[in-house]
């Protein structure tokens, strides 16, 4: 599994790709322009990503602008909806409404609440059917 984390916030992303990594490959992105490269490149190579954790606030493209870009993309390609990346927003509790407009208007699968931590991240890995990797024990 392909896993984008786009997160400002080094220690956060830190924090979230070391809590993920059993579930599969993880890279990071600092903004929402980095992460619609990185979408960009892997879709393109065919090897596009999963799931995509993408903070709704960001310095130079935000999360919310980086999705419909996204999902842009997706459409071009005639995608179909079942087969778009998985978009889980990252926010802050205080950003309610930016949440709302991401969920609703723009196309994000799931939304997480910062402080994420692992009982959280596990739950919506789960609700969206991923499993660990038990490989990475043996």
Not at 14 to 32: H, P, R, S, W
Request: glycine share 6%; hydrophobic share 40%; with cysteine.
């Amino acid at each position: 599994m392909r896993i984008l984390i786009v997160e400002d916030h080094l220690i956060n992303r830190f924090v979230i790709q070391k809590m993920l990594k059993d579930y599969g490959e993880c890279d990071g992105a600092v903004n929402g322009k980095e992460a619609v490269l990185a979408f960009s490149m892997a879709f393109d190579e065919g090897k596009p990503y999963d799931i995509i954790f993408l903070d709704i606030m960001m310095p130079e493209m935000d999360g919310r602008e980086a999705l419909k870009l996204i999902r842009e993309k997706e459409k071009k390609a005639n995608v179909p909806a079942s087969k778009e990346t998985i978009i889980v927003m990252v926010t802050a509790l205080d950003a309610p409404e930016e949440v709302i407009d991401a969920y609703y208007h723009g196309g994000c699968t799931n939304y997480i609440v910062k402080p994420i931590d692992r009982k959280k991240l596990d739950s919506i890995m789960k609700d969206l059917g991923f499993a660990k990797n038990e490989y990475e024990n043996t």
